[in-house]
């Protein structure tokens, strides 16, 4: 393998040269050799300006291993292995495209080994119904319950029955950071998404969190006692149209994508000039449906919302977006 020599003093002066001319092998390590110094080129590299010498014993970088490398899979299965997935706390969870889905207890155990602190691999085939649970399948090890750990908090969850979405957590840390001594409701509440960061992050008065699915409801009680915020968090058990309190929010987080169906009910929350922070799944084509909606749901009960803000928080489908609205209700 090619390098070029030159001594210690020039070593430094002679890699940022070239570096500029990409003419680095950077799977090769640098390697010093009394007063000298091996820089690693590409094999392609030509120069009349060092000396080029054959390195006797070229040192590599450790390559991570990739599921290709382990994989015994054919060229054309090879396209199809992912190149990605989500790790919650020491549970793997992947998608499989059809044309390798025949593989996947071998993709499992593979990942398994390049993984060695995770006990379990799940498949995903997407989420339904009204409460947004996985359809999942063990593909290798076994065990479903672990302690996802984000900013500085403990979510315990099982992965077989819960989504955790990767694509909210800059909302989630956002949301950690307000509420300030303020008193809240976090509608949709599920396993304490919003509700553990802001009162582990921002010590409001009160949370009032409400949850109608039981296993995302057992959870997020584990959750306020694995995060010692059962002081802050009061979990309520029930339908959002039903248990959310009336005129006593600083703040309300409506964190469900179905959201508008509950305008009434997060507005009538509020305390007067009480903030909402409305999420919607809406298209680009009409990307100003939550502010009529909102507007619209406000002068039903005789108030005013005035629009704070819209971020896009992830790309729901094609031409859809998750977006919150923050928005302050008179
Ligand atoms: N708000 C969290 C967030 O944004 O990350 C959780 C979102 S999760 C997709 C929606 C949660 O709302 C689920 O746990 C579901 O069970 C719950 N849910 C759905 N309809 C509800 C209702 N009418 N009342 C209370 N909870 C509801």
Not at 62 to 71: A, S, Y
Not at 105 to 124: F, H, M, N, Q, W
Not at 177 to 190: K, N, S
Not at 261 to 268: D, P, S
Request: with cysteine; charged share 30%; net charge neutral.
């Amino acid at each position: 393998m090619k390098a070029v020599l030159v001594s210690k003093e020039e070593a430094e002066i002679a890699r940022q040269r070239l570096f500029s001319e990409d003419a680095l092998d950077k799977t090769r390590k640098l390697v010093k050799k009394k007063g000298f110094v091996e820089i690693p080129v590409k094999e392609t590299f030509a120069t009349t300006d060092f000396d080029l010498i054959e390195q006797v014993k070229p040192e590599y970088y450790i390559r991570n291993k990739t599921l290709g490398d382990i994989l015994d899979i054919t060229e054309e299965e090879e396209k199809f292995i992912p190149s990605g997935w989500q790790i919650l706390g020491d549970i793997i969870i992947l998608s499989l495209k059809k044309e390798i889905e025949h593989r996947k207890a071998e993709i499992g155990k593979g990942l398994l080994s390049l993984y060695p602190r995770c006990k379990t691999v799940l498949l995903d085939r997407g989420i339904a119904g009204r409460m947004r649970q996985p359809e999942r399948e063990i593909i290798a090890g076994k065990g479903t319950e672990t302690v996802h750990k984000e900013n500085g908090c403990l979510f315990k969850l099982d992965a077989m029955r819960i989504m955790y979405s990767r694509g909210n957590l800059a909302e989630r840390r956002r949301m950690s950071e307000l509420g300030r001594g303020e008193t809240l409701v976090d509608m949709f509440a599920g396993i304490g998404y919003f509700s553990i960061p802001m009162a582990v992050h921002s010590k409001p008065e009160k949370i009032f969190a409400i949850e109608i699915n039981p296993v995302a409801f057992g959870y997020l009680k584990e959750n306020i006692m694995l995060n010692g915020v059962g002081d802050i968090i009061e979990p309520v058990a029930g339908d959002c149209s039903i248990a959310t309190p009336c005129g006593i929010a600083h703040r309300v987080i409506m964190g469900y994508l179905d959201a508008h169906e509950y305008l009434e009910y997060g507005i009538r929350a509020l305390l007067p000039g009480g903030i909402l922070h409305y999420h919607e799944a809406v298209p680009e084509v009409i990307e100003r449906r939550p502010f009529l909606r909102l507007i619209e749901a406000a002068n039903k009960q005789g108030r005013k919302a005035k629009i704070l803000e819209m971020r896009r928080i992830k790309k729901y489908s094609p031409g859809v977006w998750h977006v919150v609205v923050d928005v302050v209700v008179d």
